[in-house]
């Protein structure tokens, strides 16, 4: 192993894990141990690519400016956890649960969120793009501004979540659940809802397509500079 590879690994030994002293009963624990559990983890940092994180307890995590690019963290509980400018791209979140967490320009491009839990997420300026995401749940998450291009997102479930100014071009929606999401400024250019779920004229109405976009049966749009144009096809 050379010096510079041998550097990096003792940084992501030494950077990897920090524990706060000051939250009481903590006990120092460290990412790469032989438990299953980090208990009362306060922050992950430094470079950790393709570490296993597989089913670790991580609740409360905070991920801050870090590189875990293509790790594998298959049913983990980050419940409540913090990507502050994190990289996970390519990492692997099937089945994870990351209710309530929140991700702030991270990006998770290409990464696997399949059957992931992601109810209540927020997120400002996450990328999202690439993202393998099939019946994964953002039930009631905050996706504003997310860079989500590309992804597949067939059997999901967006019910009342936000996708503010969220791009959404060339996604793949088959069967995803919109019922009372709000996609105001969202961009649907080139994405394919045509067997999306519960979507309604009031909400394509105010997101922007163009004339690749494929909307469900009855809907029907054209390309707009900023507004949407919705004819409803009567009987």
Same mark, same amino acid.
């Given at each position: 192993?050379?010096?510079? /590879?041998?550097?990096?690994?003792?940084?992501?030994?030494?950077?990897?894990?920090?524990? /706060? !002293?000051?939250?009481?009963?903590?006990?120092?624990?460290?990412?790469?141990?032989?438990?299953?559990?980090?208990?009362?983890?306060?922050? *992950?940092?430094?470079?950790?690519?393709?570490?296993?994180?597989?089913?670790?307890?991580?609740?409360? +995590?905070?991920?801050?400016?870090?590189?875990?690019?293509?790790?594998?963290?298959?049913?983990?509980?980050?419940?409540?956890?913090? /990507?502050?400018?994190?990289?996970?791209?390519?990492? #692997?979140?099937?089945?994870?649960?990351?209710?309530?967490?929140?991700?702030?320009?991270?990006?998770?491009?290409?990464?696997?969120?399949?059957? +992931?839990?992601?109810?209540?997420?927020?997120?400002?300026?996450?990328?999202?793009?690439? #993202?393998?995401?099939?019946?994964?749940?953002?039930?009631?998450?905050?996706?504003?501004? !997310?860079?989500?291009?590309?992804?597949?997102?067939?059997?999901?479930?967006?019910?009342?979540?936000?996708? /503010?100014? !969220?791009?959404?071009?060339?996604?793949? *929606?088959?069967?995803?659940?919109?019922?009372?999401?709000?996609?105001?400024?969202?961009?649907? +250019?080139? +994405?394919?809802?045509?067997?999306?779920?519960?979507?309604?004229?009031?909400?394509?109405?105010?997101? =922007?397509?163009?004339?690749?976009?494929?909307?469900?049966?009855?809907?029907?749009?054209?390309? =707009?500079?900023?507004?949407?144009?919705?004819?409803?096809?009567?009987?």
């Amino acid at each position: 192993m050379s010096a510079l /590879l041998t550097s990096h690994f003792r940084a992501t030994l030494a950077l990897c894990v920090t524990v /706060l !002293a000051a939250i009481v009963g903590a006990q120092p624990a460290q990412a790469l141990d032989d438990g299953r559990d980090v208990p009362r983890l306060v922050s *992950f940092g430094g470079v950790c690519v393709r570490c296993d994180l597989s089913t670790r307890k991580l609740t409360g +995590a905070h991920f801050l400016g870090g590189n875990f690019q293509q790790s594998s963290l298959i049913g983990a509980d980050l419940r409540g956890a913090s /990507l502050l400018g994190v990289n996970f791209s390519g990492a #692997v979140f099937t089945h994870a649960d990351l209710r309530g967490a929140s991700i702030t320009g991270g990006s998770l491009q290409g990464a696997d969120l399949t059957g +992931a839990n992601l109810v209540g997420l927020m997120t400002v300026g996450a990328n999202l793009r690439d #993202v393998k995401a099939a019946g994964a749940r953002f039930d009631g998450a905050r996706l504003v501004g !997310a860079q989500m291009e590309g992804g597949d997102f067939q059997n999901a479930s967006f019910q009342d979540a936000e996708l /503010l100014g !969220a791009a959404l071009t060339g996604g793949h *929606f088959a069967h995803a659940n919109f019922r009372n999401a709000h996609l105001q400024g969202a961009t649907i +250019a080139g +994405a394919d809802l045509s067997s999306a779920l519960n979507l309604t004229r009031e909400q394509i109405a105010q997101a =922007c397509a163009d004339r690749a976009t494929r909307l469900p049966s009855g809907l029907t749009a054209r390309f =707009c500079f900023g507004r949407l144009v919705v004819v409803r096809r009567e009987p």
